[in-house]
């Protein structure tokens, strides 16, 4: 199998257990602190920056499936996971993979309260900060869990 189709096939399965692990919880997935159980694998975008597609599209799939799904969540929450997970692969790659994670996770946090703000007047600083718990708690698993997953040989770093 050549290199480009491998990583396709490695960028669709991350984005379809992300959208599958977001969507079989989604009874806490889709409520304003959006713990989304699919976060935990968020981090692996620090370590390949492939993985950074993966988490653009696994949001706009999981977000399909969402009650409030609208343009909000189908195009300003996919692209800001792409950009929050493409500069949190950066932290990550210059600095410490975990403040990577963590960066990602105040990334999201922002942009959730901020769409919620927009769509729904939820109070941001409430949102954020309900969010914000939530994405410490998935991201420093996630990154503990890849870590685990690195060191037995289940994935390769690269950068």
Do not use: H
Request: overall charge positive; hydrophobic content about 50%.
């Amino acid at each position: 199998m050549s290199k480009r189709i491998e990583d396709i096939v490695q960028i669709s399965v991350v984005a379809c257990l992300y959208a599958v692990l977001t969507v079989t919880f989604s009874s806490f997935s889709y409520l304003p602190a959006q713990f989304r159980i699919g976060e935990l694998i968020k981090p692996i975008s620090t370590f390949q920056k492939k993985f950074v597609l993966s988490m653009m599209i696994g949001n706009f799939l999981s977000n399909l499936f969402s009650p409030f799904a609208g343009p909000m969540e189908l195009i300003f929450m996919p692209l800001s996971n792409l950009i929050g997970c493409l500069l949190g692969y950066y932290i990550g790659k210059y600095s410490n993979k975990f403040l990577g994670s963590i960066f990602i996770g105040i990334w999201i946090s922002t942009s959730v309260a901020i769409t919620l703000k927009i769509a729904a007047n939820f109070p941001f600083v409430q949102t954020f900060t309900g969010v914000l718990f939530a994405e410490t708690i998935l991201m420093t698993a996630g990154y503990l869990i890849l870590l685990i997953v690195f060191k037995k040989g289940g994935l390769k770093i690269d950068g």
